[in-house]
């Protein structure tokens, strides 16, 4: 199986740990910028799509998300099932060309949101499948400190605090909107506040707050970039009980403090490798994978407040 990732960055360096983990025989292709860019155990650097004489079973875009729109493009006219880390693209101009495009060429695609992996979400999932409680609140929180996120780096200049590289809070935590309408659907209406005016001092978007109306519920999302101690949580006000699950400790609680469910062995990490195995899988075995390019727009919409 050959695969070609562009953009070789951090989250390009998980997807590749998960594909060799995987060992299918898989051959990884990166496409680089330059003949002086660097070479990756297991990589293979390739300069000019047009030169190569590979067939590529997918591709991974996973390069900063302003470049995201320009390779769907390109990939999507070479017929190259695709693989997109989240978010798809950082605006919705044209992006309905893109779906148009993927549909002529009658193309796989799936929108890389690894949470949905996360057996506490999916334990969740199951739950309020198997018997729908009422619900009467739902609250999701997740903050983190931003100059942690590349140690050894200068935060201000990484593209998550660069607003024109596609950077910022809303679009970084994407996860948080798709896995609240995959587990509770979309909402009938929204709005949201989305602010820059921390200490981080970054032009990039480092607040949102998003209010989702549901039929018998309402959900608040709060998304932040400047929490020093990162919180992580899903809380879930049920008639008479209330679940809170821990996205970090890899926990479900009750009102009582009891586990209800807890997977102490899982690292977040191992979402990339059942990610991929599942989206793989999808390939071999011709089945449409949930969260495509057109799904994930739907999302995307809330996440830019338009609706």
């Given amino acids: 199986m050959n695969v070609l990732i562009v953009g070789?960055?951090?989250?390009?360096?998980?997807?590749?740990?998960?594909?060799?983990?995987?060992k299918i025989g898989t051959k990884i292709y990166a496409l680089r910028s330059g003949i002086n860019s660097t070479v990756e155990i297991g990589v293979e650097n390739i300069y000019d799509l047009d030169t190569v004489n590979v067939v590529f079973d997918f591709a991974i875009i996973s390069n900063p998300t302003h470049l995201?729109?320009?390779?769907?493009?390109?990939?999507?006219?070479?017929?190259?099932?695709?693989?997109?880390?989240?978010?798809?693209?950082?605006?919705?101009?044209?992006?309905?060309?893109?779906?148009?495009?993927?549909?002529?060429?009658?193309?796989?695609?799936?929108?890389?949101?690894?949470?949905?992996?996360?057996?506490?979400?999916k334990f969740l999932k199951e739950k309020m499948e198997d018997k729908p409680l009422r619900i009467n609140e739902l609250n999701i929180y997740c903050g983190s400190y931003l100059p942690d996120w590349r140690p050894g780096?200068?935060?201000?200049?990484?593209?998550?605090?660069?607003?024109?590289?596609?950077?910022?809070?809303?679009?970084?935590?994407?996860?948080?909107?798709?896995?609240?309408?995959?587990?509770?659907?979309?909402?009938?209406?929204?709005?949201s506040v989305l602010r820059n005016n921390s200490s981080l001092d970054i032009d990039a978007v480092d607040y949102a707050n998003y209010i989702l109306q549901y039929d018998g519920f309402t959900a608040s999302i709060i998304l932040n970039y400047y929490r020093r101690n990162p919180k992580r949580e899903i809380e879930v006000v049920f008639e008479d009980?209330?679940?809170?699950?821990?996205?970090?400790?890899?926990?479900?609680?009750?009102?009582?403090?009891?586990?209800?469910?807890?997977?102490?062995?899982?690292?977040?990490?191992?979402?990339?490798?059942?990610?991929?195995?599942y989206f793989i899988n999808c390939l071999k075995t011709n089945q449409i994978p949930m969260n495509s390019f057109k799904d994930s727009l739907e999302n995307l919409k809330l996440c830019l407040n338009n609706e």
């Fill in 241 to 277: 009980d209330t679940w809170t699950v821990d996205l970090i400790k890899n926990t479900l609680k009750n009102d009582a403090n009891e586990y209800l469910f807890e997977a102490s062995d899982f690292d977040v990490k191992h979402t990339y490798i059942f990610q991929l195995e």
């Fill in 8 to 22: 070789l960055g951090s989250i390009a360096r998980k997807h590749i740990a998960a594909l060799q983990t995987l």
């Fill in 153 to 191: 780096r200068d935060f201000r200049y990484i593209y998550s605090a660069n607003a024109e590289m596609g950077g910022g809070v809303h679009l970084d935590l994407f996860h948080e909107i798709d896995y609240t309408t995959w587990l509770f659907g979309s909402p009938n209406k929204s709005k």
């Fill in 68 to 121: 995201h729109y320009q390779f769907i493009k390109e990939l999507a006219q070479k017929s190259i099932p695709l693989f997109i880390e989240k978010p798809a693209v950082h605006t919705l101009e044209n992006a309905n060309k893109l779906v148009e495009l993927i549909a002529e060429k009658q193309l796989v695609s799936y929108v890389a949101c690894n949470l949905r992996f996360h057996p506490c979400i």
